[in-house]
């Protein structure tokens, strides 16, 4: 959801309004076990400062958008819905593959327009009441008959015909064409209940009252704005109840402040490292630095034109950036070598496509004769063929005279966006173009309002990619220009527009995933967005804390946001490995984190999606 994904910053990272393990033994025919090895004595795991207990903390540098999951599309916010709430299915800690959630099995009619799930009989929410498919009827029936409710997550639902509920262990979709996110519907279930007893779901962020009523394997108990979420054990969760005694999610403005505390011992865990933090972390003692392919991609967006469904265009994005010959200089002018060598350090990859390379199936790459390269020379000439040409200041000028100098958003707690916007000045500066980078706390306001030129730009991508490429769609853009839409940047192309119906519904793996390349394709000849690289997951824990956790993928994955809940779910305490006791989910097997040199193995990382998330300030899922 449109995690503008959760991006983490990810995601918008400019919001809009950021991700989805390995099972425990015995629990389901698709579980998976890993043996325990020894475990190594350790201190114990930070103390919860109320007494009595392990707390796991995390840093975080991303603002809740909301607490609502109809509203929420940051990462930090989608990451904490997908520990309090349960989808109708997960995804495998291996593959990304699906696997149940809160259905356990699921069909659909030969005409595939009518789908069956069957909703498991042990779950409960938290207050106690049973769960059941009338709660995840409810909940879509409100996506498709209230437009606020379908803020975040609306996508997945503006097909649906019908939703019912015939008995509390079944529930029926019907579609009014196929859909082919049918097993990945990355909607939380809420309890109806509760949510049946709210007004406008625009305004209730359910920041309220706590502890907030869920399903999934954390209860959310407090919530204090840019300072923290706490979370405790859901200890009726069906798959087992997690081994730590409180979950926070600590707010902090600034990295090097968080690297501090992580040093110190203050927090469990950082995630968004810089590749000098990770390095002067990796001597540490008692700290473990896991650097992984990562699910999200760092990029280039320009405004194209802010405009709302009703045909008004507001903003005041500048105009020379509607011509493509304009767009397409500034890209040919981008080093993409010299960002992953010098701003990541080599914890990257080049950006090409859309989708990031972890995931293999939908990465696409541009043609040799269609690719981008670094050409300054040829940027200048294709400026001065366009007519836009330097003065005798040296600055280049529209053809109405104007100066072409360009702002970009840069979030104010994103190294990377400063860093390359300093490049950007150096090259975009020899071809005669201004650049002011325009580094903000927030960047959602003046996004959503198109008062930008252009921006860093970044979404998480889920194992399947429908949603990061929905946000691209004509249909999200806001009704008014007072309202605002699930869209990314304002993008309305009926090319597009075409390629995406066409995908959404193909159930051919291969014919589907050719038409979501073909969409990457467009998406990159329109020049409206340009990916710069794909950043690797850089992060680190306390091993006197945590003894044990696992990776999205197990192989070589990252920790913070996954498509599921299996990091925070399977940590064991440090406390626990030493005392002898088991790993979690009332198994005794335990849950490894595989690093080191396996931690350079690409993995189809579907490219984490998403939803969602924007660049590592405030992606969406």
């Not at 950082?270 to 473990?288: E, F, G, M």
């Not at 043609?367 to 001065?384: R, S, T």
């Not at 305490?573 to 088991?582: E, I, K, Q």
Request: a neutral charge; one cysteine or more; charged letters at 25%.
């Amino acid at each position: 959801m449109v995690t503008k994904v959760p991006p983490c910053p990810v995601a918008p990272r400019r919001s809009p309004r950021l991700l989805r393990l390995l099972l425990a033994a015995g629990v389901t025919a698709t579980a998976v076990v890993v043996p325990q090895a020894a475990a190594q004595a350790a201190p114990p795991a930070q103390d919860d400062p109320k007494g009595g207990g392990t707390t796991l903390t995390v840093a975080v540098s991303q603002s809740v958008d909301s607490l609502s999951p109809f509203l929420a599309q940051k990462l930090v916010s989608t990451t904490v819905h997908r520990l309090a709430y349960e989808y109708l299915t997960n995804y495998d800690v291996k593959d990304a593959k699906p696997i149940p959630g809160f259905a356990t099995e699921w069909k659909a009619s030969p005409d595939k327009l009518t789908w069956t799930y069957t909703i498991r009989t042990d779950s409960k929410w938290s207050d106690g009441k049973r769960a059941t498919a009338e709660d995840a009827a409810w909940t879509f029936n409100k996506m498709m008959t209230d437009e606020n409710a379908a803020t975040a997550n609306g996508s997945f639902t503006s097909n649906f015909r019908k939703v019912t509920a015939p008995d509390p262990r079944t529930l029926v979709i019907e579609l009014k064409k196929p859909q082919a996110t049918m097993t990945a519907l990355d909607v939380p279930i809420v309890p109806r209940h509760v949510w049946e007893k709210v007004g406008d779901f625009s305004k209730f962020n359910n920041d309220e009252q706590f502890p907030i009523v869920g399903n999934g394997p954390f209860v959310i108990t407090d919530f204090k704005v840019d300072q923290y979420i706490k979370l405790k054990p859901n200890k009726g969760f069906w798959r087992g109840a997690p081994k730590f005694d409180e979950l926070v999610l600590k707010y902090y403005k600034d990295g090097d402040a968080a690297v501090a505390a992580l040093q110190k011992g203050e927090v469990s865990f950082v995630p968004n490292l810089t590749p000098a933090q990770a390095l002067a972390l990796k001597s540490a003692k008692n700290i473990k630095v896991n650097d992984a392919p990562g699910r999200r991609f760092f990029a280039l967006a320009t405004n194209p034109g802010a405009r709302s469904k009703d045909g008004k265009t507001f903003g005041n994005g500048h105009k020379a950036l509607l011509d493509p010959a304009v767009r397409k200089a500034l890209f040919l002018a981008v080093d993409r070598t010299t960002i992953v060598d010098k701003v990541f350090q080599g914890h990257a990859v080049e950006g090409e496509g859309y989708i990031p390379p972890r995931f293999g199936q939908y990465f696409w790459q541009p043609a040799a004769g269609q690719k981008l390269a670094h050409d300054p020379a040829k940027a200048a000439l294709l400026l001065d063929q366009a007519g836009y040409r330097k003065n005798g200041d040296g600055k280049r000028v529209g053809k109405d005279g104007r100066p072409l100098d360009f702002r970009i958003l840069c979030h104010a707690t994103d190294p990377n966006d400063k860093a390359v916007g300093k490049y950007l000045q150096e090259w975009w500066g020899e071809l005669g173009i201004g650049l002011k980078v325009e580094c903000l706390d927030n960047v959602g306001d003046p996004w959503t309002k198109g008062d930008y030129d252009l921006a860093f730009d970044g979404w998480s991508v889920n194992p399947d990619p429908d949603y990061v490429l929905s946000i691209h769609t004509c249909g999200t853009l806001p009704a008014t220009p007072k309202d605002t839409g699930a869209t990314d940047n304002f993008i309305c192309d009926p090319a597009f527009d075409g390629l995406y119906a066409r995908q959404s519904v193909e159930y051919d793996a291969a014919k589907r995933a050719d038409l979501v390349k073909q969409m990457q394709s467009r998406l990159y000849d329109t020049g409206y967005m340009n990916v710069m690289a794909y950043p690797n997951a850089l992060e680190a824990y306390r091993t006197d804390q945590i003894a044990s956790i696992t990776t999205m993928p197990e192989a070589a994955g990252n920790l913070w946001g996954q498509d599921g809940y299996w990091s925070w779910w399977s940590a064991v305490p440090a406390a626990a490995s030493a005392d002898g006791g088991d790993s979690g989910s009332g198994s005794s097997a335990t849950l490894w984190l595989v690093l080191g040199p396996l931690a350079l193995v690409l993995v189809a990382v579907g490219v984490w999606t998403a939803v969602r998330r924007r660049s590592t300030a405030d992606d969406r899922e």
